[in-house]
């Protein structure tokens, strides 16, 4: 039988270059972080649209659930934490704070999600 529960998946970039929160990718998003979002997710789907031919319905919508009901919660928080704890022998205040930010959110009650439907897979 198959296993059909998500997991998360953090790859290992190989010993390569690392890249963080301050980086030019990922400081163009800073501005207009969901407009930014919000572009990049089209444009993803348009471009696997145009890979098969077939029209991709986008669908946002936010909403707030008990945390431990997220997909193997316990990976995502350890992943968080170890990123936490990377950034912060690094001596990057931006990443410590946004990894910092990202478990307080985790750890919510009632964390608001906003999961991207594209009408392929979710992101």
């Not at 077939?54 to 990123?83: C, M, Q, V």
Request: charged share 25%.
């Amino acid at each position: 039988m198959f296993n059909l529960i998500q997991k998360w998946n953090f790859p290992s970039n190989n010993y390569g270059q690392i890249f963080g929160i301050a980086d030019s990718g990922v400081e163009t998003f800073k501005g207009t972080p969901i407009k930014s979002l919000a572009r990049e997710i089209c444009q993803n789907s348009l471009d696997a649209a145009l890979e098969n031919g077939e029209p991709t319905r986008i669908e946002f919508k936010t909403f707030e659930i008990d945390p431990h009901k997220i997909s193997d919660y316990g990976n995502l928080e350890d992943a968080l934490k170890r990123a936490l704890d990377f950034w912060s022998q690094q001596q990057s205040t931006k990443a410590k704070t946004f990894f910092k930010q990202a478990l307080d959110v985790i750890h919510k009650p009632s964390p608001r999600l906003l999961p991207v439907v594209n009408g392929m897979k979710s992101m």
